[in-house]
């Protein structure tokens, strides 16, 4: 059995000091990955000493809106995004990916930071995250900073957090009126699903000629950890979205993923199964955009 001593935070100052004060220590908040893991005494677990409640700190969960940016709690849960005005207005697919996770009971409690943070191969909000190039606020009793979502997760369940840091805040950059989104994902059951496979895009196209003039293709569960799809970025970037092959297309994302990771067991199952959500998604994307320009 797993001991530890319970520490609780009122306010970001208190959490930042008991941060600061102990090094063994794990943060929770809606505890839908850490209580679970405490409870298989996983192997992923990592020795520690204490656990720091953030749950009640009402100034880390926030939606708010800036001319440049969109800017996110960490305590925000996935229903505060299901139902948020304002990322339905821009983001959408975070709204997707939102609801495809778990029960009611997980959306109600699992929070954003939470998600990110626990760095999952399987989680569902980093991969549309990161195809928005969003940022992640790091605090300590020594200052702030900014890093991108890219440079936070370095590995399965690893982030590049310091021990005495804590996440205050997800940026995500406004992105012009010709942007198109799309969150693909097959599940293991539909109910507590735990992603099996998982692909964020995000898509500028220009309406006159219907040319991709930028394009961040990001899947879950495919590699490792997320990370953007770069080669088959660079094939589609400044290319029509009336004239790819998307079959041509799909084996080659399919081929990417395989030099990230070599051949596994589950290659033959996951290999075609990621071409064909990424058709999927692009068609979604140019569906949208051709209706916008008629």
């Given at each position: 059995m797993i001991e530890y001593d319970f520490l609780t935070a009122k306010d970001v100052d208190a959490a930042l000091e008991y941060l600061h004060k102990y090094e063994s220590i794990k943060v929770i908040a809606g505890g839908t990955d850490l209580l679970v893991d405490?409870?298989?005494?996983?192997?992923?677990l990592e020795k520690f000493d204490y656990i720091l409640d953030i749950s009640n700190i009402k100034a880390l969960q926030f939606i708010d809106e800036t001319e440049d940016s969109v800017e996110?709690?960490?305590l925000c849960t996935h229903t505060m995004l299901i139902n948020s005005k304002i990322i339905n207005k821009y983001f959408p697919f975070l709204v997707t990916a939102a609801k495809s996770i778990g029960s009611t009971q997980i959306r109600n409690r699992g929070t954003v930071g939470g998600n990110i943070s626990n760095a999952s191969p399987a989680a569902d909000l980093i991969p549309p995250l990161m195809a928005l190039n969003a940022e992640i606020e790091l605090s300590s009793v020594n200052g702030?900073?900014?890093i991108p979502?890219?440079?936070?997760?370095?590995?399965p369940y690893k982030t590049s957090k310091n021990h005495d840091e804590l996440v205050t805040k997800i940026l995500i950059p406004k992105v012009d009126?010709?942007?198109r989104?799309?969150?693909q994902k097959i599940g293991r059951r539909r109910a507590l699903n735990i992603a099996r496979l998982n692909l964020a895009v995000a898509a500028k196209i220009n309406k006159k000629d219907l040319k991709i003039e930028d394009i961040r293709i990001v899947p879950g569960s495919a590699?490792?950890?997320p990370v953007r799809f770069k080669n088959i970025e660079m094939e589609i970037l400044n290319k029509k979205s009336n004239e790819l092959n998307l079959e041509e297309l799909a084996k080659k994302i399919g081929d990417e993923m395989v030099n990230i990771t070599g051949e596994r067991w589950s290659t033959p199952y996951k290999k075609p199964a990621l071409?064909?959500?990424?058709k999927k998604a692009i068609i979604e994307i140019t569906n949208s955009s051709d209706s916008d320009s008629h």
């Amino acid at each position: 059995m797993i001991e530890y001593d319970f520490l609780t935070a009122k306010d970001v100052d208190a959490a930042l000091e008991y941060l600061h004060k102990y090094e063994s220590i794990k943060v929770i908040a809606g505890g839908t990955d850490l209580l679970v893991d405490i409870h298989k005494e996983s192997s992923r677990l990592e020795k520690f000493d204490y656990i720091l409640d953030i749950s009640n700190i009402k100034a880390l969960q926030f939606i708010d809106e800036t001319e440049d940016s969109v800017e996110l709690g960490p305590l925000c849960t996935h229903t505060m995004l299901i139902n948020s005005k304002i990322i339905n207005k821009y983001f959408p697919f975070l709204v997707t990916a939102a609801k495809s996770i778990g029960s009611t009971q997980i959306r109600n409690r699992g929070t954003v930071g939470g998600n990110i943070s626990n760095a999952s191969p399987a989680a569902d909000l980093i991969p549309p995250l990161m195809a928005l190039n969003a940022e992640i606020e790091l605090s300590s009793v020594n200052g702030r900073r900014l890093i991108p979502l890219d440079n936070y997760i370095v590995g399965p369940y690893k982030t590049s957090k310091n021990h005495d840091e804590l996440v205050t805040k997800i940026l995500i950059p406004k992105v012009d009126e010709n942007y198109r989104f799309s969150f693909q994902k097959i599940g293991r059951r539909r109910a507590l699903n735990i992603a099996r496979l998982n692909l964020a895009v995000a898509a500028k196209i220009n309406k006159k000629d219907l040319k991709i003039e930028d394009i961040r293709i990001v899947p879950g569960s495919a590699t490792p950890f997320p990370v953007r799809f770069k080669n088959i970025e660079m094939e589609i970037l400044n290319k029509k979205s009336n004239e790819l092959n998307l079959e041509e297309l799909a084996k080659k994302i399919g081929d990417e993923m395989v030099n990230i990771t070599g051949e596994r067991w589950s290659t033959p199952y996951k290999k075609p199964a990621l071409g064909a959500i990424f058709k999927k998604a692009i068609i979604e994307i140019t569906n949208s955009s051709d209706s916008d320009s008629h």
